[in-house]
């Protein structure tokens, strides 16, 4: 499979298309209002140290001080064990005895500012890589919790092999699991160029400085996206090419060969179709080539993939129309979770099939195309009820949640009560009001929709509730109402 990368950048968002064969595979998107600071690296200056709280205010230029607590200042134990954080408070240092006012230090961001509260500090820096965290001033070497146990041993003694004698330490990412050693040797060398810039900076440049900031999106492109199969990246502005091109000669030169600057007339999303491919990949239906579809609906808990025969009726019989729909669903499938990015718990329910043959065949061609898949995918067999579970590693938030909100009118169901439901609450409400109250009239502000149905076809029970309360009961449409909601005012 070859791909190409496309990068359409404007300075309030930044989205980049991963397109193989000329269909669109994965979507990524970054907005700047959006970007955290969790991460950044700063020269700060201890603004306030408070001995009774053991913490301290720094001044890292934002607009708010940060804190720093007495626990995420980093220390080098004093009986030799490994370098670490003081979390014990009886081994803890007195804060006042670390640290003093108007000192220069490097500080990373852990947290980001919230509300009135400034962004929480630390003096460990940590760099984190495609596949490795880097620990400068540790000489660890750790292996994800998340990986088996059996493997863990040989995959430290890896990484103490490639990372040498040079200081140090490194911390293997669970997607660096099934990583070569090339990928992990161009890793360490990203990262420890990175701490050596930062270093210098630290000498440069004046307190309240940024030393280094995480990644933004187009340089994760490189990092993270660029493979062997990558034909092209093309960016749309001519300062993100130039930038990225710096970057990439610096950290990353084979990936910044494929680098080019588009300058067609047509918007760069169009050359595919992206936008387009966009907006299917928000809705619940996917149409496939056959005339069969897929429903895809997200919920709290795992994500549930329906495929359906639809209008597809061109093979020779009904078994080979289904097993023909369900392998043309295992393909779209692997697609749409890339594209829609959705992970955690996933079922799949294709369509019954009879023969165990047409059921190997769909398993076998739904785990191929999932094999593409640069996230960590497991898919199970076929269940007793026929259905396929699988789990794809969460790494990011999913396209929908990324672009969309709840519905302000459903609140998220998906469904709204019908007009009439609403108006039959509206009698029960008008009832329960009548016997609390004695107003002069009772007012009815609703949706177009449920008035009109007053109108017309509820005119008559709204007369008979109105003789029997022994009051009269206005109508007032309002547009800006959805159809569940509605007042009743006491007149």
């Given amino acids: 499979m070859q791909d190409d990368i496309l990068i359409n950048w404007s300075p309030q968002e930044t989205r980049v298309a991963v397109v193989e064969n000329g269909v669109?595979?994965?979507?990524?998107?970054?907005?700047t209002l959006e970007r955290g600071l969790v991460g950044n690296v700063y020269l700060g200056k201890v603004a306030r140290v408070l001995p009774g709280m053991q913490s301290a205010f720094i001044d890292i230029g934002l607009e708010r001080a940060a804190f720093l607590h007495v626990a995420d200042v980093w220390?080098?134990?004093?009986?030799?064990?490994?370098?670490?954080m003081a979390r014990n408070t009886q081994a803890q240092i007195p804060i006042e005895k670390q640290i003093f006012e108007g000192q220069a230090l490097t500080v990373q961001v852990i947290k980001d500012p919230i509300g009135t509260k400034g962004a929480r500090l630390s003096t460990q820096i940590s760099i984190a890589g495609r596949m490795l965290v880097f620990l400068p001033q540790d000489d660890h070497i750790g292996v994800?919790?998340?990986?088996?146990?059996?493997q863990r041993d040989e995959l430290r003694t890896?990484?103490?092999?490639?990372?040498?004698?040079?200081?140090?330490?490194?911390?293997?990412?669970?997607?660096g699991e099934d990583a070569s050693d090339l990928e992990l040797s161009e890793d360490i060398g990203y990262l420890r160029k990175a701490w050596t810039r930062i270093k210098d900076a630290s000498v440069r440049l004046p307190p309240l400085s940024l030393l280094h900031q995480d990644l933004n999106l187009l340089q994760r492109v490189l990092r993270d996206l660029v493979g062997e199969s990558t034909q092209t990246i093309k960016v749309d502005s001519r300062e993100q090419f130039e930038a990225l091109k710096a970057f990439g000669l610096e950290f990353m030169p084979a990936a910044s060969e494929k680098l080019q600057h588009y300058k067609g007339e047509r918007p760069i999303f169009d050359l595919y179709a992206i936008d387009e491919e966009i907006a299917k990949a928000?809705?619940?239906?996917?149409?496939?080539?056959?005339?069969?579809?897929?429903?895809?609906?997200?919920?709290?808990?795992l994500t549930t993939v329906d495929v359906n025969t639809g209008g597809f009726v061109g093979a020779r019989n009904f078994d080979d129309t289904i097993f023909k729909t369900n392998l043309e669903a295992a393909q779209a499938i692997a697609r749409q979770l890339r594209l829609r990015n959705l992970g955690g718990i996933i079922i799949v329910d294709f369509i019954d099939m009879v023969r165990e043959d047409h059921r190997e065949s769909v398993l076998a061609e739904f785990r191929k195309q999932l094999v593409r898949d640069r996230v960590k995918t497991m898919a199970g067999g076929f269940s007793q009820l026929g259905l396929v579970e699988m789990t794809r590693k969460r790494?990011?938030?999913?396209?929908?949640?990324?672009?969309?909100?709840?519905c302000?009118?459903?609140?998220?169901k998906g469904i709204v009560k019908t007009a009439r439901s609403v108006a039959y609450d509206i009698f029960r409400e008008i009832l329960r009001e009548a016997r609390q109250f004695n107003p002069r009239e009772f007012r009815v502000v609703a949706s177009p929709?449920?008035?009109e149905l007053f109108l017309d076809e509820e005119s008559q029970h709204l007369a008979g509730l109105s003789e029997f309360i022994g009051k009269p009961v206005s109508l007032q449409s309002e547009a800006a109402m959805g159809q569940e909601q509605y007042d009743i005012v006491l007149l």
């Fill in 24 to 31: 669109l595979q994965e979507l990524h998107v970054e907005r």
């Fill in 75 to 84: 220390h080098r134990q004093p009986d030799g064990e490994p370098p670490s």
């Fill in 144 to 150: 994800s919790q998340k990986i088996p146990q059996h």
């Fill in 158 to 175: 890896r990484l103490q092999h490639l990372a040498g004698s040079q200081g140090g330490g490194f911390i293997l990412r669970t997607n």
């Fill in 282 to 301: 928000l809705g619940r239906r996917v149409d496939l080539k056959s005339g069969g579809y897929l429903v895809v609906d997200q919920t709290e808990a």
């Fill in 395 to 406: 790494t990011r938030e999913s396209l929908a949640h990324m672009l969309c909100e709840p």
């Fill in 408 to 412: 302000p009118t459903c609140e998220g």
């Fill in 449 to 451: 929709k449920v008035i």
